[in-house]
Every structure is written in structure tokens, then in C-alpha cells.
């Protein structure tokens, strides 16, 4: 699970057993601070290029990922390049694609 969706899950647990008991509250805020640990760290190698040109005319970036597995790791990488790319100029589209090539633990 994702470190976001734990927090998440663990925040609305802590709402759910915020009125019921201080016992069941510290074990949910436990589960919080303990989440973290079963993450790997990974190096993403995610390429931007131009589809029309074919993959050989694209730059790699390397990004590193926390996450507790390889496919995990990749759909948080490309969500990173893609969130930041310039893809209009104006009103017109540029013509940009992303792939992942390389998924190595750091």
C-alpha cells in the first residue's frame, strides 16, 4: 500500500477511534509511525521522448522512489514526469511520451 494510503487509512481510523477509547488512539497513531518501515528504496529510470522520433531521442531521468515494491515504485516515478512536463505550448500539443527502462534498488 502506498505510504500516502496508509496515512490516510491510518488518519481515518484515528477519526473513527478518536471517541471511543486513548488505547485504541495510540495504537493507531503506532500503526502511523511504524507504516514507513516496510518501504524499499528504489531508482526509477523513467524516459521522455518524442514518439514520432522513436525512444532513442529521449533524455532518462533517475528518480528516487520509496515504496514497497518494483510496481509500485515505477507508477510513482511516471506519475512525477508526467505531472511536470510541458505536453501544450499555447494552444498546441507537444508531442512527448514517457517509459519506464530501469527499476534498481538503491
Known amino acids: ?3 500516502r494510503a ?8 484515528l ?16 500503526q502511523m509511525a ?15 521522448f518524442d ?3 522513436g525512444l532513442a531521442s529521449g533524455t532518462d531521468f533517475v528518480l528516487p522512489v520509496d515504496s514497497p515494491d518494483e510496481e509500485h515504485a515505477v507508477s510513482a516515478a511516471m506519475s512525477n ?5 510541458h505536453k501544450v505550448n ?7 511520451a514517457f517509459t519506464c527502462v530501469a527499476v ?3
Do not use: C, E, W, Y
Open 51 to 53: 514518439p514520432a522520433k
Open 81 to 85: 514526469p508526467v505531472a511536470f512536463t
Open 90 to 96: 499555447g494552444s498546441s500539443v507537444l508531442p512527448v
Open 104 to 106: 534498481a534498488i538503491r
Open 34 to 48: 511504524n507504516a514507513p518501515s516496510d518501504l524499499k528504496k528504489f531508482n526509477v529510470t523513467v524516459r521522455r
Open 15 to 30: 477519526l473513527a477511534t478518536l471517541s471511543h477509547s486513548p488505547h485504541a488512539l495510540a495504537q493507531g497513531v503506532m
Open 6 to 13: 496508509v496515512l490516510i487509512a491510518g488518519g481515518l481510523g
Open 1 to 3: 500500500m502506498p505510504f
